[in-house]
C-alpha cells in the first residue's frame, strides 16, 4: 500500500465517506508528511507514528465538531473588534506612518523590546486549560475546587501538550464515572440501551483535549434534563449524583 492509499483508509475509517473532503484532508496529510521529510519520503514503516498522530488529530477536530453541532454552536461567528483595535483599522496611511516613526525614534532614543522567556512562554501556553480547569470545570460540576487547583499545580514545568493530556487522561475517568453514576441513578436515563452506553463510553475515551471533555459534559447534562423532563423527573436529582455529592450540574 503507498502513501495515499494508506492515508486515504485511515481517513475514511473516520467516518468520512465524501470522496471529495477526504481527498483534501489527504493532500493535507501528505503535506505534512513532506514538510517533515523534505529529501525525501521514508518507507511506510517508519511514517507510521507520524500518519497515526495526524489522524489522531483528524479524530479529535472531528469529534468536536459532532459534539458543537450537537449543542447548537455548529458556526461560530467572529468576535467584533475591540473600540481600539477597529480605530486602529480604520487609520489613515498617514497616522500608520506617523506611529510607525514614533516608534522608530523610541526604539533610537533606547527603548528595547525584551523577549519572553521560554518558562514564560510554556506558564502562558498552560493558562488556557488552567482556566479551563478552574471554571468552566468547576461551574459544570466535573470537578470540585480542590481537585482543580491540585491540577493546576500538577502542570507546573511541563510543557502546555504534555500536562494538557495528563489532566485529558484524568478528566475522561472523573467523566466516565459521573456518567456510570447517573446511569444508576436514572437506572439507565438517556442512555438505558447498552448500544448509547457504549456510544457515550466511546466518546469520551478518544476525547482528546479538555475542551472536547467539556462539550461532552454539557452533553451529558443537556441529554439527561431532556430525559428527566420528558418522564417528570425535574428536581430529583441535585446533580449527577444526587444530594450533596459532587458531580454534573
Same mark, same amino acid.
Given at each position: 500500500?503507498?502513501?495515499?492509499?494508506?492515508?486515504?483508509?485511515?481517513?475514511? /475509517? &473516520?467516518?468520512?465517506?465524501?470522496? =471529495?473532503?477526504?481527498?483534501?484532508?489527504? @493532500?493535507?496529510?501528505?503535506?505534512?508528511?513532506?514538510?517533515?521529510?523534505?529529501?525525501?519520503?521514508? +518507507?511506510?514503516?517508519?511514517?507510521?507514528?507520524?500518519?497515526?498522530?495526524?489522524?489522531?488529530?483528524?479524530?479529535?477536530?472531528?469529534?468536536?465538531?459532532?459534539? @458543537?453541532?450537537?449543542?447548537?454552536?455548529?458556526?461560530?461567528?467572529?468576535?467584533?473588534?475591540? !473600540?481600539?483595535?477597529?480605530?486602529?483599522? %480604520? +487609520?489613515?496611511?498617514?497616522?500608520?506612518?506617523?506611529?510607525?516613526?514614533?516608534?522608530?525614534?523610541?526604539?533610537?532614543?533606547?527603548?528595547?523590546?525584551?523577549?519572553?522567556?521560554?518558562?514564560?512562554?510554556? /506558564? *502562558?501556553? /498552560?493558562?488556557?486549560? =488552567?482556566?479551563?480547569?478552574?471554571?468552566?470545570? #468547576?461551574?459544570?460540576?466535573?470537578?470540585?475546587?480542590?481537585?482543580?487547583?491540585?491540577?493546576? $499545580?500538577?502542570?507546573?514545568?511541563? /510543557?502546555? *501538550?504534555?500536562?494538557?493530556?495528563?489532566?485529558?487522561?484524568?478528566?475522561?475517568?472523573?467523566?466516565?464515572? %459521573? #456518567?456510570?453514576?447517573?446511569?444508576?441513578?436514572?437506572?439507565?436515563?438517556?442512555?438505558?440501551?447498552?448500544?448509547?452506553?457504549?456510544?457515550? $463510553?466511546?466518546?469520551?475515551? &478518544?476525547?482528546?483535549?479538555?475542551?472536547? !471533555?467539556?462539550?461532552?459534559?454539557? %452533553?451529558?447534562?443537556?441529554?439527561?434534563?431532556?430525559?428527566?423532563?420528558?418522564?417528570?423527573?425535574?428536581?430529583?436529582?441535585?446533580?449527577?449524583?444526587?444530594?450533596?455529592?459532587?458531580?454534573?450540574?
Amino acid at each position: 500500500m503507498n502513501l495515499c492509499g494508506r492515508i486515504m483508509l485511515g481517513v475514511r /475509517r &473516520h467516518g468520512l465517506s465524501d470522496p =471529495q473532503r477526504a481527498g483534501i484532508l489527504a @493532500r493535507a496529510i501528505v503535506a505534512v508528511v513532506d514538510h517533515h521529510y523534505p529529501d525525501g519520503r521514508p +518507507s511506510l514503516l517508519v511514517l507510521e507514528p507520524l500518519l497515526t498522530e495526524q489522524l489522531a488529530m483528524l479524530e479529535a477536530a472531528l469529534m468536536e465538531r459532532r459534539m @458543537r453541532k450537537a449543542l447548537g454552536h455548529e458556526t461560530v461567528s467572529a468576535p467584533p473588534l475591540p !473600540v481600539k483595535e477597529e480605530q486602529e483599522s %480604520q +487609520s489613515t496611511p498617514a497616522v500608520s506612518e506617523e506611529r510607525t516613526l514614533r516608534k522608530r525614534t523610541l526604539k533610537g532614543k533606547g527603548y528595547t523590546v525584551v523577549a519572553k522567556s521560554m518558562d514564560e512562554k510554556l /506558564r *502562558e501556553g /498552560r493558562q488556557p486549560v =488552567q482556566e479551563l480547569l478552574q471554571k468552566d470545570c #468547576v461551574d459544570l460540576g466535573l470537578l470540585d475546587r480542590k481537585q482543580a487547583e491540585r491540577m493546576v $499545580r500538577s502542570m507546573l514545568g511541563k /510543557r502546555p *501538550e504534555d500536562a494538557e493530556q495528563e489532566i485529558v487522561e484524568q478528566l475522561r475517568q472523573i467523566l466516565q464515572e %459521573q #456518567v456510570k453514576g447517573i446511569i444508576r441513578q436514572l437506572k439507565g436515563g438517556p442512555w438505558a440501551k447498552p448500544q448509547a452506553q457504549e456510544e457515550i $463510553r466511546q466518546d469520551i475515551a &478518544h476525547a482528546r483535549s479538555v475542551k472536547s !471533555v467539556l462539550l461532552l459534559a454539557r %452533553q451529558v447534562i443537556k441529554e439527561r434534563r431532556a430525559w428527566e423532563e420528558k418522564h417528570g423527573k425535574g428536581g430529583l436529582f441535585g446533580g449527577l449524583l444526587g444530594g450533596r455529592r459532587r458531580g454534573l450540574r
